[in-house]
């Protein structure tokens, strides 16, 4: 449940009612807003006595939250999240571009990929170096030796960088390198990597998974926030379905969803979720028409050769077109890009 606190109460007023929380054995967050302070209560609230909190000083009103999910919840957190990752933040004012390829391949090619993105008008970075893959012929990443190419284009370039984990040994290697790490699909209800990437601080790309609900991605979230990290973005990458005619399909109606639900901010992942590289353009458009806060998309100097999901990645040249239309839709639902 969340306690909602009148306008401007003082300082004594919020103390008095976290201690009481705390003194019964729950946990309290607080969301503090210019006029209205929110406190988050977290745990069974059979051990409080809701009648003396009903009556305390400056409480306006006792708020059940049915959801099991607390601390990504809207109704905790009515103010939508601004998540900084290195010099770039996502949010609800920028419209935030994460391209480069979905592995790395070499240090060559991922300095020359990061070079032309940041051109174009990315702010991130992406890039694989732990490749959970279907079949276990298929190349399975540079690991990290491809962490370090990515250090490196970061050097040169100075766009924040992200990348994937797939275990505690990955995850201890990658916050050496990255400024932000990925839970890819497969991942998803991985329990104990969720609180570990939750311990570790680093702010966390968080993809749906493939046949999850949005309730099961949320909780997902709440994972890694109850370990005390709190910078979570949430990447819509498509679900499976009965439909053959895309990799997966699009759940455009996740953004406005999850706008409505939580106050974490909403990327889409349009490469992944068509497969196609001619459906990545109109899809990414309807992202940033949808509210999405940001675009997850694959780009590679030679998609003909690429190691990994050639067929959905664009050419330096699609990508900058695709930029330059972008700024027409960010434009619209107001947001700098």
Same mark, same amino acid.
């Given at each position: 449940m969340i306690i909602v606190m009148k306008p401007k109460a003082p300082k004594e007023s919020l103390e008095h009612i976290v201690n009481v929380i705390r003194t019964s054995g729950l946990d309290a967050h607080l969301s503090e807003g210019k006029e209205v302070t929110i406190i988050g209560v977290v745990g069974d609230k059979s051990l409080l006595k809701l009648s003396n909190l009903e009556i305390a000083p400056d409480v306006d009103k006792i708020v059940p939250i049915t959801e099991s999910y607390k601390l990504s919840n809207r109704k905790f957190h009515p103010d939508p999240t601004s998540i900084q990752? /290195?010099? @770039?933040?996502?949010?609800?004012? &920028?419209?935030?571009?994460?391209? =480069?390829?979905?592995?790395?391949?070499?240090?060559?090619?991922?300095?020359?990929?990061?070079?032309?993105?940041?051109?174009?008008?990315?702010?991130?970075?992406? /890039?694989? @170096?732990?490749?959970?893959?279907? &079949?276990?012929?298929?190349?399975? =990443?540079?690991?990290?030796?491809?962490?370090?190419?990515?250090?490196k284009a970061k050097e040169e370039t100075g766009l924040a960088t992200v990348c994937e984990v797939i275990s505690a040994e990955s995850l201890d290697a990658a916050v050496k390198y990255v400024d932000m790490v990925q839970i890819g699909a497969r991942n998803m209800q991985n329990f104990q990597l969720l609180r570990q990437v939750g311990q570790s601080g680093i702010p966390v790309l968080l993809k749906r998974g493939l046949s999850s609900t949005i309730d099961e991605w949320l909780n997902a979230a709440e994972y890694i926030i109850a370990e005390g990290n709190s910078n979570v973005v949430l990447c819509e990458r498509g679900i499976r379905t009965y439909e053959t005619a895309t990799r997966n399909t699009l759940d455009i109606s996740a953004v406005p969803v999850l706008k409505s639900k939580t106050h974490l901010p909403v990327i889409v992942d349009p490469s992944h979720a068509s497969g196609v590289r001619a459906y990545v353009p109109p899809l990414a458009k309807c992202a940033v028409a949808a509210g999405a806060d940001g675009l997850m998309i694959e780009v590679h100097n030679n998609p003909a050769c690429a190691l990994s999901d050639g067929p959905q990645s664009l050419t330096f040249a699609q990508f900058d077109e695709l930029t330059r239309e972008l700024k027409a839709y960010a434009a619209l639902s107001g947001r700098s890009f």
């Open positions: 990752v /290195g010099s @770039a933040s996502i949010g609800p004012d &920028s419209l935030t571009v994460m391209a =480069g390829p979905c592995a790395i391949e070499s240090e060559e090619q991922l300095i020359l990929i990061a070079k032309s993105v940041k051109k174009a008008g990315a702010t991130f970075l992406r /890039g694989g @170096a732990y490749k959970p893959r279907t &079949s276990p012929y298929s190349f399975q =990443g540079l690991e990290e030796e491809g962490l370090r190419y990515m250090k």
